[in-house]
């Protein structure tokens, strides 16, 4: 019924457009001058289609609810129900009315329940008519308004301004409402494991709070020694590195030989090849570390007397530097292009080898285009999950030692949540908590990222 | 005395001939003016002096180029040693993103030129004085090159080609994009600079290839049509093409 409204409503606006650029034409054709274009009359009047539709249908969606729930358990009133019991008896109505009741069935729901479905429709009907007349009338209003001299462009001007302005609000305020969500968890998280045992506590197994009974009261002292964060941050600072060890250099040689050395030709057939590697998904270079890279490192290691763990930090940081090296390969491809040729000329023309170009002029002329795409590379090695909790283990062991296991925060985070999950118990929350600081760490790098760029700008341009 | 003889020179852009058949001699200590309407291989040729046509993957360049009687297009030369006897400055100044010391001292450099500081710190206070930039930023050396102003940096340009004490200076267009003030003050450093550099100077501008040059060539479609004397080209030329781009009336 309301997709049936909705296509009818763009009709409309359609139409609307229609007629308002056709007395548009109508008005030129007496040889008056028109304020502005033709089409400028018809979105005018599209939009005074459209608007008093939203405002009604936003009205409609937030009001409806609440007034069929009053009028329902108006008949309850006097009952000495408690509130609680009155929605229960409101979502039972509810369910009865779309046939999905399975309890036993009361006169008294069977009544309400009849009662939700008349109510509905009138409700229904009664937007339908509201609607369409509302738009009606403020289109023909607006027509008749209309003349040769009406100001028609600033107002769809200033109408297109607002919802340009609506699209980037919604995505602010969603980031808001994550970055909320994450706080007030994180805060409760932290009133029962204090800030300073999850800073620099250096025991994360959040597998001893399974153990705990719901029925159970929450304890804070059982939790001691549980959700100490160092060793995950510490594992995630480490497999991020042994990932960048691998991929700046290589990705920054390959962007340096792309964009340098290579003829049209091997660029042409490179480039989207390097890219490709970009188009793998994460789940595919997981188990490439974890059942060809890890075992095979192992085997090595074993050859050579070394201990490796099957799943090892290097496997998976090895293997996350290989996933990276499209994104620093094909950023600093691009921002080296983009250094001027004027100044290769200069640096040619004093007598400059293309090594030498590169090294003292290109270079530091796309310094903080490459630093840009290396942060970029970092906070992406930070936030990969899939190829750690695959390839790396989950035992959050406090280690350098690239061979033996490790786990990262994305990693802990997906152990947390995985099968069932408590509301509000400590250890759902500690997944906040680790989410909170890892948008903490990948905010303060982009900001350092920003504060590096700018900083470079400024100095050279 | 001559400097450098061009015999026959041919420049094909891919299939297209840029140049035909260009035999020019250059004086030494002269400026030499090469005059001629846009896309007529003024440039072209500037840059077959000091190879720079290797950097244009399809560019490719047939004949011979002399200096001091070594043919620059042969396999045995040396294009890092040819640039550094042979500097370029560029019709948009293109000061690197460094400071203005290094800037000056990025030639001296790369070729190895100075064994010591106070070596290099000479050879960049002499090219900027020479380059008449030196009592304007002799308190900034080491802020960037690049926040200086239009005229000041084909000034520095102009240091930095200098800096390798180049025996000849191609210069591209290089007053095209600086003000009459600027362009004035680049003009007199031309007239000091020959006193020790053989100076060939492409231009767009009829009156500066007068003010500057003792002798122009004159390029039309990729042919040098006349080529002497400065005087003798803009008051009696031989040739009516000549003529008319001179008086004004096609270019």
């Known amino acids: ?25 109508t008005i030129q054709s007496t040889k008056k001058r028109l304020t502005a274009l033709p089409q400028f009359y018809g979105y005018y009047l599209a939009i005074w289609c459209a608007i008093p539709a939203f405002i009604i249908f936003s009205l409609w969606a937030i009001f409806e609810p609440t007034i069929v729930k009053l009028l329902i358990l108006s008949d309850y009133s006097n009952q000495g129900y408690l509130d609680d019991e009155l929605n229960l008896i409101y979502e039972k109505t509810k369910a009865l009315s779309r046939g999905q009741f399975t309890g036993e069935i009361t006169p008294f729901i069977d009544a309400s329940a009849e009662k939700y479905l008349s109510l509905r429709s009138i409700a229904q009907s009664s937007k339908v008519v509201i609607v369409l007349s509302a738009i009606i009338a403020s289109v023909a209003y607006a027509y008749k308004r209309i003349s040769s001299n009406s100001r028609t462009r600033e107002p769809v001007e200033k109408f297109l301004n607002a919802v340009l302005f609506t699209a ?108 490709i590697l970009a188009g793998i998904p994460t789940v595919v270079y997981g188990f490439f570390a974890a059942l060809t890279v890890g075992p095979f490192l192992k085997e090595l290691g074993t050859s050579m007397g070394l201990e490796v763990s099957a799943e090892s930090a290097l496997a998976a940081g090895g293997v996350m530097g290989i996933m990276i090296i499209p994104f620093i390969s094909s950023l ?25 170009t590169i090294k003292r002029v290109i270079f530091p002329a796309a310094l903080p285009g490459i630093v840009g795409s290396i942060l970029l590379g970092v906070s992406r090695a930070i936030g990969e999950t899939m190829i750690v909790v695959m390839a790396s283990g989950l035992a959050a062991n406090l280690t350098l030692n690239p061979l033996e296991s490790t786990s990262t925060i994305t990693a802990q985070i997906v152990v947390i949540l995985i099968g069932d999950q408590a509301f509000g118990d400590p250890k759902t929350q500690a997944a906040f908590a680790l989410g909170m600081s890892l948008f903490l760490v990948t905010l303060c790098l982009n900001i350092v990222a920003l504060r590096v760029v700018k900083k470079y700008r400024e100095k050279y341009e | 005395m001559i400097k450098i003889k061009a015999k026959d020179v041919d420049v094909f852009y891919g299939k297209k001939q840029a140049l035909f058949n260009i035999s020019l001699d250059i004086e030494e200590n002269q400026v030499t003016a090469l005059i001629g309407p846009s896309g007529c291989g003024k440039s072209t040729f500037l840059r077959c002096l000091n190879r720079m046509n290797d950097v244009i993957d ?78 304007e930023v002799k308190d900034r050396l080491h802020e960037p090159g690049t926040g200086l102003s239009g005229g000041q940096q084909q000034r520095l340009c102009i240091a930095r080609a200098i800096s390798v004490r180049p025996e000849v200076i191609l210069m591209d267009e290089p007053c095209s994009a600086l003000d009459p003030i600027a362009t004035a003050q680049i003009e007199e450093l031309i007239d000091e600079l020959k006193k020790e550099h053989t100076i060939i100077i492409v231009t767009h501008s009829m009156a500066q290839a007068a003010r500057v040059s003792q002798n122009t060539g004159f390029f039309h479609l990729g042919q040098l049509i006349e080529h002497g004397s400065t005087d003798k080209i803009f008051k009696n030329p031989d040739n009516t093409k000549t003529q008319d781009y001179i008086t004004g009336r096609f270019g």
């Open chain 2, 58 to 135: 399809i560019c490719s360049v047939k004949g011979e180029i002399l200096i001091n009687d070594f043919n620059i297009n042969d396999k045995s030369c040396d294009v890092v040693r040819l640039r550094e006897k042979i500097g370029m400055v560029f019709q948009k100044p293109n000061p690197f993103p460094k400071t203005l010391y290094e800037n000056v001292s990025y030639g001296p450099t790369i070729h190895g030129m100075a064994q010591s500081k106070q070596e290099m710190d000479e050879i960049v206070e002499t090219s900027l004085k020479k380059a008449a930039l030196w009592e």
């Open chain 1, 1 to 25: 019924m309301n997709l049936i409204l909705f296509i009818f409503i763009v009709l409309l606006g359609f139409t609307s457009y229609y007629f308002g650029r056709k007395k548009a034409y």
């Open chain 1, 168 to 275: 980037s609000l919604a995505a602010i305020l969603t980031t808001v409402g994550i970055v909320f969500s994450l706080i007030f968890q994180t805060i409760d998280f932290f009133k029962v494991i204090p800030l300073f045992d999850f800073v620099f506590g250096t025991h994360w197994y959040p597998a001893k709070a399974f153990v705990r009974d719901s029925s159970e009261a929450l304890d804070p002292t059982m939790y001691s020694d549980t959700f100490g964060a160092v060793p995950i941050f510490a594992g995630t600072f480490f497999i991020a590195f042994i990932a960048m060890c691998v991929a700046i250099p290589i990705g920054l040689m390959s962007g340096i030989y792309l964009a340098e050395y290579a003829s049209a030709k091997v660029r042409q057939y490179a480039k989207p090849l390097i890219e």
């Open chain 1, 332 to 356: 600093s491809d691009d921002v080296i292009t983009s250094v001027p040729q004027s100044l290769r000329d200069g640096s040619y023309a004093m007598g400059a080898t293309k090594s030498e």
